[in-house]
């Protein structure tokens, strides 16, 4: 029988144009490319230009994934924006991207669920379309996480850079097997008693002000690692697959290690794995599809191969997908 399935049709990215290596860090403070890349695998990150703002980068991303997919706007139902670093605390970033790439009709949200918000659109836009409530949606992840980084915090401002990437999914009818093209499960999690692990210290409704980003990295990296495989062998189960079925692992990328050993625990070798942490380092919900879109340019990533795509962050918030690209 017959079933809808969310199938991707396009996809692209952006970095902005300023790279910025490891070694700009040490010259403010103490630490060191060596230091950056043993731990985190980070070589350089991109930072969005003074101005430049979420939605701008957004808008390249969403451009380059329209015009892979051979559309425009007005071929879209709907936008799911997924960002920590919006560009006003209203409206959403998601309405300022659909204006701005001439969208006239549907609807457009944001998703906030910081550096996991990639899988959690994804699996939003899944169940828009399974459900019949929208044919064609773009999911897009977009960050400028340089405005809430402290710059005299050696342990998180080495770590996050700017940057979007957007994926199409539009409904087509599968089959129901795993065979299928399309997103074949979906895992979501989040638990609120690790909220103290990861945030920013500022709010609308708390201090009024922005706040900057603050970490327990060592505390995150413990529960990344199990959180992250668990998630994508449940994924994996609801699909009716296992780890031998995969093609691609496109992991968020925070850090190499986690990346390494959620490989090690799932039995998927590294050569199965998309990596793109040392020129991006971590851009929260942009790293997936970032990741994604670089791997298709690539050539790594082709029609007919099967992915796992898994993150997680600040809430906790985490959470995997399986999809046939
Ligand atoms: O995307 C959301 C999810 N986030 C993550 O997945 C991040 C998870 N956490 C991590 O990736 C790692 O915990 C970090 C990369 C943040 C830190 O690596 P670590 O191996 O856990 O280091 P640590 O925090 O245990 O620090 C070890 C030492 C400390 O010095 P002492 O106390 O041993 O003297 C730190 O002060 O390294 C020091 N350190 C640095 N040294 C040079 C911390 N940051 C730096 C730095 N340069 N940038």
Redesign the pocket.
């Known amino acids: 029988m017959g079933v809808i399935r969310a199938v991707v049709k396009g996809c692209g990215h952006y970095l902005p144009e300023r790279v910025v290596e490891n070694e700009e860090f040490a010259k403010t403070l103490?630490?060191?490319d060596e230091?950056?890349r043993a731990?985190?695998g980070i070589e350089r990150r991109h930072f969005a230009a003074e101005g430049q703002k979420t939605s701008d980068l957004a808008y390249e991303a969403a451009t380059n994934a329209l015009k892979n997919a051979g559309m425009t706007g007005d071929d879209l139902d709907t936008i799911i924006l997924a960002t920590a670093t919006p560009d006003q605390t209203f409206p959403s970033t998601a309405t300022r991207l659909q204006h701005a790439i001439g969208m006239t009709g549907g609807f457009a949200f944001d998703i906030q669920a910081v550096?996991a918000g990639f899988i959690y659109a994804l699996a939003n836009a899944t169940a828009l379309i399974e459900s019949g409530h929208a044919k064609t949606v773009m999911i897009v992840g977009a960050e400028t996480f340089s405005r809430i980084i402290d710059f005299t915090d050696?342990?998180t401002c080495?770590?996050f850079g700017d940057g979007a990437g957007a994926l199409i999914l539009q409904a087509e009818t599968g089959d129901g097997t795993g065979d299928d093209r399309g997103v074949l499960s979906t895992d979501l999690n989040s638990d609120g008693k690790y909220n103290d692990l990861?945030y920013v210290d500022g709010g609308v409704s708390s201090t009024q002000s922005t706040g900057l980003l603050r970490?327990q990295?060592?505390e995150?990296?413990k529960h990344?690692v199990s959180k992250l495989a668990s998630s994508g062998e449940t994924a994996l189960k609801l699909a009716g697959l296992s780890a031998e079925d995969i093609d691609w692992i496109v992991p968020?990328q925070?850090?190499l290690r986690?990346i390494k050993r959620t490989a090690k625990k799932m039995n998927v070798s590294m050569d199965k794995v998309v990596v793109t942490v040392q020129d991006h380092g971590?851009t929260?919900a942009a790293s997936i599809p970032l990741a994604l879109s670089v791997a298709v340019k690539k050539g790594q990533i082709k029609t007919g191969d099967l992915l796992l795509v898994e993150a997680?962050?600040g809430g906790l918030a985490w959470g995997a997908a399986v999809l046939r690209w």
Do not use: E, K, P, Y
Request: charged content about 10%.
């Open positions: 103490d630490t060191s230091w950056i731990r985190t550096c050696r342990g080495v770590l990861l970490m990295g060592q995150v990296f990344a968020h925070a850090n986690i971590n929260s997680i962050g």
